[in-house]
């Protein structure tokens, strides 16, 4: 199996997850970013080039959704895991997926806005995005996602708790 995953940055435990996954369960995992990195992130963040040399990062040098489909080209994947919904990049992505009828992920921590009426924004903004998407699974991390998210999408979705630490097991069974 490939896993295509989306994501606006590469966090570096993306790569350690990209890892683990692959020696776990065989499975190729690629990791496709809208940037390498964020201002104002410890250095910690800073990913060297090397670690990213079977990932893809994009450069802003070419049209996005010409990127985004040769990625798909090369990866050839089975799923497409998304690490956000909202922003452009995952929109072209779920638009290639679905046009290529693979199934959709995303795996999220639970949305924390600041305050009580962004609260209900947010949620109101998400519930419609993710019925627009209607993601075949949500590894939802921790167990405050798992709720909102099992909230968000009843029976549409299968939601699975993925866990703050580093017991793989709940993920590698969706």
Known sequence: MRILFVTDIVAPFWLEFADAVAKESGIAFRIAA????????GAHWQIPECELSHQFVY????ALEAWMENVFGIVQPDVVMLGGVLEKFARVAIDIAKSKRLRIGIFAEQP?????LMSLLKRQYYKARL????????LAVGDRAFDYYSQLLPGNSHVAMMPYYQNLEPALQV
């Open 34 to 41: 809208a940037k390498r990195s964020v201002e104002g992130r």
């Open 59 to 62: 450069e802003e040098t070419e």
């Open 112 to 116: 924390s806005p600041a305050t009580p």
């Open 131 to 138: 019925r627009k998407i209607c993601p075949d699974f949500v």
